[in-house]
């Protein structure tokens, strides 16, 4: 399926990849101009190992390589490779990348606005991407999901505990970024097995731009993803997202 993936949107994946590897390499190279602004000060928390500092915008560099192969993508086939469900996704992320930038220039939020952030991207998803959990298999849960505020409300709490779960682990080296590029691709592989070869295509291009910007955040760490900043729940919410969207395919 990835072999599939790749011979059809070679393009955009190329793009993907080779932008968050420059975005994230300009980023190392100019740190000293920026880090007095994008380094992380909480280097006291219990997740975090480094030591010294790190700029924490590395989530911009994949950012814009998501950016660079959508644009790529609906450039050079359209709908063909990028349809409205997964164009639904991306919009979805537009709130949690503001909110992470916005941290990163101020450098503390309130917890509750990052939560309400991510739960409007999820709204957007759900609205516009239609990948409301409507059914579980489980004959119990699916009875109280035939009511669909209790479907939208689980949705909802689904996608802003993935999406925070996944910013929990940002602070070692790779882990984020490995764990993402993993899971990215079998989501991938599982969409485009089920017939939904879009979606499948925008988890691929998300596989590829995180790819362009490991390289700077292991085995040692020039970058990071950013903590509950672009990076880390963007990358979560999206992760929780997508397979929402297989599942929820007609």
Do not use: C
């Not at 992470?100 to 709204?123: M, T």
């Not at 409301?132 to 004959?139: G, N, Q, S, W």
């Not at 689904?158 to 940002?170: K, Y």
């Not at 988890?203 to 995180?210: E, L, P, R």
Request: charged content about 10%; proline content about 5%.
């Amino acid at each position: 399926m990835l072999v599939e993936l790749w011979s059809v949107g070679r393009d955009p994946l190329l793009a993907a990849l080779l932008v968050s590897l420059a975005v994230a390499g300009l980023l190392v190279l100019s740190r000293k101009w920026h880090l007095h602004y994008t380094d992380d000060l909480e280097h006291y928390l219990p997740q975090k190992i480094h030591t010294g500092a790190v700029p924490r915008v590395g989530g911009v560099a994949i950012a814009l390589g998501v950016i660079a192969g959508g644009l790529v993508a609906l450039s050079g086939m359209g709908d063909l490779v990028i349809g409205a469900r997964a164009l639904g996704l991306l919009l979805g992320a537009v709130p949690v990348l503001l909110i992470g930038l916005a941290e990163d220039i101020f450098k503390r939020l309130r917890p509750r606005y990052r939560l309400l952030a991510v739960a409007i991207g999820a709204g957007i998803a759900i609205q516009y991407a239609g990948i409301a959990l409507l059914r579980t298999a489980v004959p119990p849960i699916d009875v109280m999901f035939t009511f669909y505020g209790v479907a939208l409300g689980f949705t909802v709490f689904a996608l802003v505990g993935a999406a925070n779960a996944f910013n929990i682990i940002d602070g070692l080296n790779g882990l984020l970024a490995g764990l993402t590029l993993i899971t990215m691709a079998g989501i991938a592989v599982v969409a485009s097995h089920f017939g939904d070869f879009k979606v499948g295509m925008l988890a691929a291009i998300v596989a590829a731009a995180t790819l362009g910007f490991l390289p700077f955040n292991w085995p040692r760490a020039a970058a990071r993803p950013a903590a509950t900043r672009p990076g880390a729940v963007r990358e979560g919410r999206q992760l929780g997202s997508s397979p929402n969207a297989v599942s929820s395919a007609p």
